[in-house]
Structures are given as C-alpha cells and as structure tokens.
C-alpha cells in the first residue's frame, strides 16, 4: 500500500518574502525608472562589490566574538568555531521569523544550552549582553547621523521628526531591556503578569512547575548579568568587538556605494543603516519594508531615485539573499550536530 501524499504546502517564510518582492516590484514600477536602474547596475564594479559579501561575513565573525567573549567571562567554554556557526544560525532566524528582534537570539541561546548542555540563564545573560552592545552602537551611529544631517542639510520637517521619533524609540527599548537586566523584581513581575494572562487562556493549566522552573532560569540569568558586570576588561574587549562588527555590517552599503561609482557621506549611510535596522523590532524584516524604507529614505537624503534603488537591490543581495543561503546552511548543520551528539548519549 503507498504512503498517503502530503498536501502541497507553501511553506509561508518564502511566501512572505514572494509577497515582499511584489510590493517592492510595484514601488519600482510606478515611481523608478527601470532603464536608468539597469544602466546604474551594468556599471557596477564587481571586484569592488565581492568586498560586501566579506564584510557581511566580518560582521558575522566579529559578531561571534562579542558573543565567546561574553560566554567566557561567564566561564562558558565554548569554541570561536561554534559560536561562529549559532551566530549565523541566529541571522537565519532573524532575517526569515515575524518577531519583535529577538528571535534570533532566541534560538542561540537554545541551540547552544542544547548543544552544550550548559546553563541556559547565564547563555540567556550572554545574548542580552551582546544585544546591549548592539542596541547601544545603532543609537549612537543614528544619533551621529541625524547630528551631521542637521547640520549639512535643510531637510524636511517631517523627515527630521520620523528620524527623531525612531531615535526615541531605540533609547527607550535600550532602556527597558537593561532595567529588566538589572532588575529581578521587575523581571519577577513580569513573568507573575505572563502567567495570569496564561491562567486566563488556559483555565486548566496548573503553572506551578512552569512557574518553579521559570523563576530558577531568571534567577541564572540575572545572576550571570551581575556577572559579566563584575569583569569590566572582558566587557571592554568585547566592545571593541561590537564596534568591529558593526563597522563591517555598515560596510557593506558604504562598499556598494563605491562598487557603483558613488560614494556617500557618512551620515547619510548611518541614518539609512540604523532606521532599517529597526525594523527588526516591529517583525516586518521581509514583507518588503526594508527595501523601501532603504529606498525612499535614500531618495530623501537627496540620493537620485535610480541610484538609491540600485544601491537598495545590492545591498539586500548582500545582507538578505547571501545571508539566508549561508545561514541556512549552519542551521542545517548546527541540527545535524545536535541529532548526532543526542543518538550518542
């Protein structure tokens, strides 16, 4: 007897991102003009533009070493080669999963509590550690930005505000993932909140063992934060780390700016980095906003239409369709690995 035939699926991540690329399809239709973008392209220097597929993958190295660095103070042995791999296991989550920015980090932090069978509150302290350092240098690299713009340009007010309004809201999800850092209690309350929200979906869920084994990972966790506070020159090393990663993923716009014949100011590449940067923290990194706000954004800063959506298509090559195929692969590994040590013990 033949197995019964699965029912087609189309898995819904490629769905979303078809859907993204119609919507982006659409915008070059009715406001660029595809001739002038085909001809911009046709220029690009090809040796120039490789040095942004190995500045995506700096970032992804250096980003892996703010993470060992971290781990290791919280003395968490673990290889730069594995970290290597979940950090790029965390770009796929990031890059393909609707979330709030923290799904990535999510999946790090149990792939390698799994993989290591290590303690999954102080690699949870790790993650957020490292997640500090990022949120820190995108607000600086915005607040640097807009300060440059205002000063060398007379751009519109709404523009000005929309920047501003992003800046704001950057600082205070700094803020909040700090203070919940620091503070137990307020973690605490949290989670009280979570489960009384659960209860009241659930009437028959009995949360006390949830609720015992959640308040001993918060616990972990909270204490490897106090940790990694206790060694200020692992934390000084690894920010110089963060700032190497962060100054190679910025990179890659400035290098396809140059690949295109076109270099840009600083400011401008920073602004543009940092608002489409965050949008990872409202889940719409893939429905095609990216490249529309890189695109319209550019387009403001008085960049010419054609070239900014041209800058936009390399640069998402770079950092979306590179990073998906790399990171995919050191998924399917990183399960691999984890399959084979779990067969074993």
Same mark, same amino acid.
């Given at each position: 007897?033949?197995?019964?035939?699965?029912?087609?699926?189309?898995?819904?991540?490629?769905?979303?991102?078809?859907?993204?690329?119609?919507?982006?399809?659409?915008?070059?239709?009715?406001?660029?003009?595809?001739?002038?973008?085909?001809?911009?392209?046709?220029?690009?220097?090809?040796?120039?533009?490789?040095?942004?597929?190995?500045?995506?993958?700096?970032?992804?190295?250096?980003?892996?070493?703010?993470?060992?660095?971290?781990?290791?103070?919280?003395?968490?042995?673990?290889?730069?080669?594995?970290?290597?791999?979940?950090?790029?296991?965390?770009?796929?989550?990031?890059?393909?999963?609707?979330?709030?920015?923290?799904?990535?980090?999510?999946?790090?932090?149990?792939?390698?509590?799994?993989?290591?069978?290590?303690?999954?509150?102080?690699?949870?302290?790790?993650?957020?550690?490292?997640?500090?350092?990022?949120?820190?240098?995108?607000?600086?690299?915005?607040?640097?930005?807009?300060?440059?713009?205002?000063?060398?340009?007379?751009?519109?007010?709404?523009?000005?505000?929309?920047?501003?309004?992003?800046?704001?809201?950057?600082?205070?999800?700094?803020?909040?993932?700090?203070?919940?850092?620091?503070?137990?209690?307020?973690?605490?309350?949290?989670?009280?909140?979570?489960?009384?929200?659960?209860?009241?979906?659930?009437?028959?869920?009995?949360?006390?063992?949830?609720?015992?084994?959640?308040?001993?990972?918060?616990?972990?966790?909270?204490?490897?934060?106090?940790?990694?506070?206790?060694?200020?020159? *692992?934390?000084?090393?690894?920010?110089?780390? *963060?700032?190497?990663?962060?100054?190679?993923?910025?990179?890659?716009?400035?290098?396809?700016?140059?690949?295109?014949?076109?270099?840009?100011?600083?400011?401008?590449?920073?602004?543009?980095?940092?608002?489409?940067?965050?949008?990872?923290?409202?889940?719409?990194?893939?429905?095609?906003?990216?490249?529309?706000?890189?695109?319209?954004?550019?387009?403001?800063?008085?960049?010419?239409?054609?070239?900014?959506?041209?800058?936009?298509?390399?640069?998402?090559?770079?950092?979306?369709?590179?990073?998906?195929?790399?990171?995919?692969?050191?998924?399917?590994?990183?399960?691999?690995?984890?399959?084979?040590?779990?067969?074993?013990?």
């Amino acid at each position: 007897m033949n197995p019964a035939k699965k029912p087609f699926r189309i898995n819904a991540i490629f769905l979303l991102l078809i859907l993204g690329l119609v919507a982006f399809i659409i915008y070059i239709y009715f406001y660029i003009n595809p001739t002038e973008v085909i001809g911009i392209l046709s220029r690009t220097n090809l040796v120039v533009y490789t040095g942004a597929f190995v500045a995506y993958f700096l970032f992804a190295l250096f980003s892996s070493l703010v993470w060992q660095q971290l781990l290791s103070s919280l003395s968490i042995k673990i290889s730069k080669r594995k970290t290597l791999l979940f950090t790029w296991v965390g770009l796929f989550f990031d890059a393909t999963v609707p979330q709030l920015g923290w799904s990535g980090d999510v999946s790090k932090t149990y792939l390698l509590a799994k993989d290591s069978k290590g303690d999954a509150g102080k690699i949870g302290a790790s993650v957020v550690g490292q997640k500090i350092f990022t949120m820190t240098l995108t607000i600086v690299a915005l607040s640097a930005g807009l300060s440059l713009v205002i000063a060398n340009y007379s751009l519109p007010f709404a523009t000005t505000l929309l920047i501003a309004f992003v800046l704001i809201l950057s600082i205070l999800a700094l803020a909040i993932v700090y203070f919940v850092s620091i503070k137990p209690a307020t973690t605490k309350t949290l989670l009280n909140w979570a489960i009384k929200i659960g209860v009241f979906f659930r009437k028959r869920w009995n949360p006390q063992n949830f609720q015992v084994k959640a308040e001993e990972l918060l616990g972990k966790f909270h204490g490897g934060f106090k940790q990694l506070a206790e060694h200020p020159k *692992a934390l000084a090393k690894a920010a110089v780390f *963060a700032v190497s990663s962060f100054i190679c993923e910025v990179s890659v716009i400035f290098i396809t700016f140059v690949a295109l014949g076109y270099p840009v100011p600083i400011e401008k590449v920073l602004i543009v980095f940092t608002l489409t940067g965050t949008l990872q923290t409202v889940g719409v990194t893939f429905f095609g906003f990216p490249e529309l706000i890189m695109t319209v954004s550019f387009s403001a800063l008085l960049i010419p239409a054609s070239l900014a959506l041209s800058v936009t298509l390399l640069t998402r090559v770079v950092n979306l369709w590179f990073r998906l195929i790399a990171s995919y692969l050191a998924l399917q590994w990183a399960g691999i690995k984890i399959l084979r040590q779990g067969q074993v013990s």
